[in-house]
């Protein structure tokens, strides 16, 4: 592959997944806000977005939501004086499937593939290489770029058209959301209720209560390991936030989003706006008598 590889945004998920391509022997060219970060992921160093663009065949967006995707991408510019035809953007970003058609429209005008590749597996699954991606835009430029995601990715779907990916996401990270903030408060009620939280978790997991949270997540937790690195709460609820507005444009009822919303808007209200989001159990614990599934020996 001669393509060259730029990153724009190298945190918590971005610096993860540059440095397994940098890793597999690919040389990246990055920007990020927090120039230390480039250099932890191994990249060189870019002086802006734009000059990542200006010198890259296959540019990786990897930013917190629409509005800075829309800020870097089209509010700079340079960003787009420096777009060339035949180029592929691929935006691995949580954002609204209504921006990101109309940034895939106007990076068309200049003959530039946008793909949209939502991301589930989290941070660790980052380190391993192991992320599920899901993909909208051309097919074609997928297969393009497919080598590279190969570095940090294990299943890469292609949902669709522009939005595809991104919609996508959006739906599964709102199960995700629902599952984990459901599952925090049954493990919290267990504690109150002298439950064995192992043994409760072997109850769920052998039964129709399963789920990602009881199956991953919380037989950590209860050994007092929150699995850091992960999806904050005020990320996690931006991303509740995001589904809500999502279906409000696509005329669907949304039911069951006040509880997530009520979990994780506690968690930021309390003080866990940074955290991991699993610690969005120690919110509700907090107002639960002061509950923590694992107490310090």
């Known amino acids: 592959m001669n393509d060259r590889i730029g990153f724009i945004g190298l945190g ?20 990020d806000m927090q120039a230390e970060a480039v250099a932890n992921a191994g990249a060189q160093l870019a002086e802006s977005a734009s000059a990542v663009v200006a010198s890259s065949d296959i540019v990786f967006l990897s930013l917190p939501d629409s509005r800075v995707v829309e800020k870097v991408v089209l509010g700079d510019p340079a960003f787009i004086a420096s777009l060339r035809a035949g180029m592929v953007v691929v935006d691995l970003s949580t954002a609204a499937p209504s921006s990101t058609q109309q940034i895939h429209a106007r990076l068309a005008e200049s003959g530039v593939e ?6 589930s597996g989290g941070a660790a699954a980052a380190e391993k290489g192991s992320l599920t991606l899901m ?9 393009r770029v497919q080598p590279t995601l190969a570095h940090f990715a294990s299943n890469v779907f292609h949902m669709g058209g522009p939005g ?15 599952s984990l903030s459901a599952t925090a408060e049954v493990m ?5 209720a002298n439950l064995d ?49 999502h279906l409000r444009e696509l005329g669907v009822a949304s039911l069951s989003a006040s509880g997530p919303l009520a979990s994780f808007g ?16 120690d919110a509700i614990g907090d107002v639960s008598g002061h509950v923590r599934l694992h107490e310090p020996e």
């Not at 918590?12 to 920007?31: A, I, Q, S």
């Not at 993909?135 to 297969?143: C, E, F, I």
């Not at 919290?188 to 109150?192: D, E, L, P, R, S």
């Open 266 to 281: 506690l968690a930021k209200a309390l003080g866990y706006a940074d955290e991991i989001s699993n610690t969005v159990v």
């Open 114 to 119: 946008y793909l949209d590749a939502g991301i």
């Open 135 to 143: 993909v909208g835009g051309s097919p074609d430029a997928l297969a």
């Open 197 to 245: 939280l192992a043994t409760v978790l072997d109850v769920l997991n052998a039964s129709s209560g399963v789920n990602f949270a009881t199956l991953n997540r919380f037989p950590k937790i209860i050994q007092g390991d929150y699995l850091k690195g992960g999806l904050t709460n005020a990320l996690m609820m931006k991303d509740v936030v995001l589904y809500v507005d």
């Open 188 to 192: 919290v009620a267990a504690k109150k």
């Open 164 to 178: 595809a990916g991104h919609s996508t996401k959006l739906l599964n990270n709102f199960l995700n959301a629902i």
């Open 12 to 31: 918590n998920m971005g610096g993860r997944m540059t440095r397994r391509v940098v890793d597999g022997g690919v040389p990246v060219l990055g920007f």
